[in-house]
Nanobody
Framework: QVQLVESGGGSVQAGGSLRLSCEAF????????MGWFRQAPGKEREGVAV???????SYADSVKGRFTISRDNDKNTVYLQMNSLKPEDTAMYYC????????????????????????WGQGTQVTVSS
């Protein structure tokens, strides 16, 4: 059952901006955590930014100050605003969500997050050229 659908990826030059959207087909209050992950060719999937209940956010060090995660509860949509994009940001970006009560509702543990999220979108490609 599809629960998350991403959109907004594309190709930009370094320094440009993109906004990704993730529409959930259930009320986002069903999730303790929602966030964005990315996977570049030959690399493991990594957490980029997550938001937990109370709109508490966490970011990977590599994107702090450049990316912003936000949500619109009325639209059941989570966004990732990406500014000052760099070639190393090139990857497939995935929206993910964690059901409430799973893994103690802990949303951000670098290096041990992928397995905690039990709903995933199909991904949207972001390509940044130099």
């Amino acid at each position: 059952q599809v629960q998350l659908v991403e959109s907004g990826g594309g190709s930009v030059q370094a320094g440009g901006s993109l906004r990704l959207s993730c529409e959930a087909f259930v009320n986002t209050y069903a999730y303790s955590c929602m966030g964005w992950f990315r996977q570049a060719p030959g690399k493991e999937r990594e957490g980029v930014a997550v938001m937990r209940s109370g709109d508490i956010t966490s970011y990977a060090d590599s994107v702090k100050g450049r990316f912003t995660i936000s949500r619109d509860n009325d639209k059941n949509t989570v966004y990732l605003q990406m500014n000052s994009l760099k070639p190393e940001d090139t990857a497939m970006y995935y929206c993910a969500a964690m059901s409430r009560g799973r893994y103690g509702d802990i949303c951000w543990i670098p290096g041990d997050m992928v397995r905690r999220y039990n709903y995933w979108g199909q991904g949207t490609q972001v390509t940044v050229s130099s």
